[in-house]
């Protein structure tokens, strides 16, 4: 079985740029952040469904670094971006922007995060790769905090939602939470995740201009119908953009390469061959130099 692995953390590029293959398609990203509860992990899934993304969505939790995270009363401040591997999520990203642009096919393994998991989704290895766009979606609740992280995503989703929505959500979801009473469960997340998200809010959003700000408080359907027909559209103008700068690109190297021939010929001197004048030809015309 080929196995496709990520290099370790720390590392920045997947190939030398120097011997880098070309690119057979153009591959996007689309990142959705949001509070904790708003809906990112399940909008990230239905996306990835939709438009055929070969891979799982990519989670900002992946990359989560205990030892770095701030102390605390009882333990460690997980709302922070300094517990945040953010150079393994970069590297990773690069690695999987340049494995789907250049693969044939789809590989068996493509392992991310700490623990080397396979994201290929389920049926996917092995699937034959046109030129058609790869989409890859990533969430995270600080997704756009880093601003290299939000250079990288070529589609921004924002999901508002109020504290209330979120702070009940978070509480159904899990054993650990459900456990909790739900009035202490309510105080830790206002304290702990509502305070941080609100403090790192505007720098998120001043990262991610121009990106689509969907209502969180709606049903998960009509999320959807607000970001499936957006990142299609998104996709489509992209593509189209990158086809135009290639044509661009192309006209330009041909009118380069003809002035470099001018500019060759002249250093060494030869000049452009003359057009010779073109003689009358009387004959071909029947009649000789006498007739005149």
């Known amino acids: 079985m080929s196995q496709l692995r990520l290099k370790p953390r720390g590392t920045s590029e997947a190939w030398p740029k120097a011997s880098r293959p070309k690119a057979r398609r153009k591959v996007l990203i689309i990142g959705i952040a949001g509070c904790s509860g708003c809906g990112k992990s399940t909008l990230a899934k239905t996306l990835a469904k939709d438009l055929a993304s070969p891979v799982t969505p990519v989670s900002l939790?992946?990359?989560?670094?205990?030892?770095?995270?701030?102390?605390?009363?009882?333990?460690?401040?997980?709302?922070?971006p300094e517990g945040i591997d953010w150079k393994s999520l970069r590297s990773h990203l690069q690695t999987a922007l340049e494995t789907f642009s250049q693969a044939e096919t789809v590989p068996e393994e493509l392992n991310l995060g700490p623990n080397d998991e396979n994201v290929i989704q389920k049926g996917q290895a092995g699937r034959?790769?046109?030129?058609?766009?790869?989409v890859l979606v990533v969430e995270g609740f600080l997704l756009f905090y880093e601003d290299q992280i939000a250079e990288m995503l070529h589609i921004k989703i924002?999901?508002?939602?109020?504290?209330?929505?979120?702070?009940?959500?978070?509480?159904?979801?899990?054993?650990?939470s459900r456990k909790k009473d739900v009035e202490n469960s309510k105080l830790w997340f206002r304290d702990s995740i509502w305070s941080h998200y609100l403090r790192y809010k505007q720098k998120q959003l001043s990262?991610?201009?121009?990106?689509?700000?969907?209502?969180?408080?709606?049903?998960?359907?009509e999320i959807l119908s607000q970001c499936?027909?957006?990142?299609?559209k998104m996709v489509s103008a992209r593509v189209q953009v990158v086809l135009r700068s290639r044509k661009e690109a192309?006209?330009?190297?041909?009118?380069?390469?003809?002035?470099?021939?001018?500019?060759?010929?002249?250093?060494?001197?030869r000049s452009a061959p003359q057009?010779?004048?073109?003689?009358?030809?009387y004959e071909s015309r029947g009649c000789s130099r006498r007739c005149r």
């Open 207 to 221: 990262n991610a201009v121009g990106a689509l700000r969907v209502d969180g408080e709606v049903s998960k359907e």
């Open 61 to 80: 939790d992946w990359y989560l670094r205990p030892k770095w995270m701030p102390k605390v009363d009882g333990g460690r401040n997980w709302e922070t």
């Open 128 to 134: 034959h790769l046109d030129a058609s766009t790869v």
């Open 158 to 176: 924002w999901i508002d939602a109020g504290l209330q929505t979120c702070m009940e959500r978070r509480h159904k979801r899990g054993k650990a």
């Open 228 to 232: 499936l027909p957006y990142c299609t």
């Open 275 to 281: 057009k010779r004048p073109q003689e009358d030809n």
């Open 250 to 269: 192309a006209s330009a190297n041909s009118t380069n390469g003809a002035n470099g021939r001018k500019v060759r010929d002249r250093e060494n001197g």
